[in-house]
């Protein structure tokens, strides 16, 4: 069974170092794509990058980027100069061919920037 | 261009009431999700539209829970009668054709 797993329930990063948030899957199919949103406390669903399973190179967005390591199974998502606008809940989510690309969330990092 | 829109943003209501979300998506997208999110978790997908079609509603408790999009655009969540443990935000989200999907701020319900 496709499933997304989240092993950090929390972070901290001082504002302008970088921080990684982990994010594993596992699925048998090959056609896949990984998705990263950005919660913060007032609720909506921020979406922040993409990855599909056959991109050869690594999604990026700003100051989001995604390290993904197909062999692994891993689909890490690293902020750089993180700022205290990014506290927020951080949820990695995978959606695949055999399953209508209907996204499956992880339980989610919550991330703390302190000045 | 306009971002999924949901409505009401907050909803407080006694239990055995009845209770109705709106959402409108992404101009052009014809994929719709309503999720449920319990507090302290993910998002967990209720049902999914195509056009005016609902292709996959396993997750929709269909004692209580209801939902239509009647012309592929806009759509409604119903609960009726609502539970304690019906409180969550509930999120809908369309898709694009290249595979982002986009989120609407949800609605937080809680039922007393």
């Known amino acids: 069974a496709q499933k997304i797993t989240q092993t950090q329930p929390g972070m901290f990063v001082q504002e302008k170092e970088a921080v990684t948030l982990d994010c594993t899957y596992d699925?048998?199919?090959?056609?896949?794509?990984l998705f990263w949103y950005k919660q913060p406390s007032s609720g909506e669903m921020i979406f922040l990058i993409y990855?599909?399973?056959?991109?050869?190179q690594n999604a990026t967005e700003g100051r989001y980027s995604l390290n993904f390591q197909k062999a692994r199974k891993s689909a890490n998502l690293v902020i750089s100069a993180s700022q205290l606008g990014d506290s927020a809940m951080y949820f990695c989510?995978?959606?695949?061919?055999?399953?209508?690309?209907?996204?499956?969330f992880g339980r989610g990092t919550s991330l703390i920037v302190h000045p | 261009e306009a971002g999924v829109v949901q409505s009401p943003r907050y909803k407080i209501i006694e239990k055995k009431q009845p209770v109705a979300f709106w959402c409108n998506p992404i101009?052009?997208?014809?994929?719709l999700y309503w999720y449920r999110q319990n507090l302290g978790q993910g998002p967990e997908l209720l049902i999914r539209?195509?056009?005016?079609?609902?292709?996959?509603d396993s997750q929709l408790p269909k004692d209580r829970f209801s939902a239509e999009r009647l012309k592929g655009v806009d759509s409604t969540l119903k609960i009726q009668p609502a539970e304690l443990g019906d409180s969550a935000v509930y999120l809908c989200?369309?898709?694009?054709?290249?595979?982002?999907?986009?989120f609407g701020p949800g609605t937080r319900l809680t039922v007393l």
């Open positions: 989200a369309s898709r694009s054709l290249v595979n982002e999907q986009f």
């Open positions: 699925t048998s199919d090959q056609s896949y794509g």
């Open positions: 990855q599909g399973s056959y991109d050869e």
């Open positions: 989510a995978m959606s695949w061919s055999g399953g209508s690309y209907i996204p499956t």
């Open positions: 101009s052009g997208h014809n994929t």
């Open positions: 539209y195509e056009n005016e079609e609902a292709v996959d």
